[in-house]
């Protein structure tokens, strides 16, 4: 009785969803995907960015090409365990921390490297920077009588006023945009109207042409 009652509703459910407008399925997703986008950007923990900047400076017997190519070796070696091991100390968060949320960047035109630390927390974002640019610093200033270079503070990080996540509106414009692709696409594949099935009918039978024949003579 169950399944005789769902296959009789099934037809007429098919029937409502083909009868919406076709705009109505992107609007749907553009509305749902707008909520979502921005309830995550509300509910979303504010992260914070803080960057500290050390610049390689060739001393006797090297030259400029000689501190980019080290600059970029320092750019790898600032994430390994040997400098955030030391690190670690002074920004008053493990190695994991760490190595999870500090990120170098260098540039094939200046000698320099950027040490950027991201935490929910401006103070520890510029504390956990600056930590590592130090002990940086200190890891390449030990060995620069062998490489005839020294790095040198160019810039200390300090405490950001503001989050570099995203905000809430920016992700709900996202999500609405995301939402309305959805809904575009579920309009691709949303079932096509059907012209209802013709009823049989009986087929009508012509009058015989004798009858018709003798209606005429009288």
Do not use: C
């Amino acid at each position: 009785m169950t399944d005789h009652h769902s296959r009789r509703h099934r037809p007429s459910r098919l029937s409502r969803v083909r009868a919406l407008p076709p705009w109505s399925l992107v609007a749907a997703g553009v509305v749902a995907g707008g909520l979502l986008g921005g309830a995550y950007g509300v509910l979303k923990t504010p992260a914070y960015t803080a960057t500290s900047y050390v610049v390689v400076v060739p001393t006797e017997g090297s030259d400029t090409s000689s501190a980019l190519g080290f600059a970029q070796a320092y750019g790898r070696v600032a994430t390994q365990v040997a400098v955030l091991g030391d690190a670690q100390g002074r920004a008053g968060v493990p190695v994991d921390t760490l190595r999870a949320d500090v990120r170098t960047a260098t540039s094939p035109d200046a000698p320099m490297v950027a040490v950027s630390a991201t935490s929910d927390r401006p103070a520890r974002a510029a504390g956990m920077a600056n930590a590592v640019a130090d002990a940086l610093t200190r890891h390449a200033n030990g060995t620069k009588a062998a490489t005839h270079v020294e790095l040198v503070q160019f810039s200390r990080a300090v405490a950001p006023t503001a989050p570099a996540s995203a905000p809430a509106r920016l992700t709900g414009l996202v999500g609405a945009s995301a939402g309305g692709l959805l809904g575009g696409l579920a309009l691709l594949v949303r079932p096509r109207r059907r012209p209802e099935e013709e009823i049989l009918r009986p087929a009508s039978v012509p009058a015989p042409a004798v009858a018709a024949d003798a209606r005429g003579r009288l």
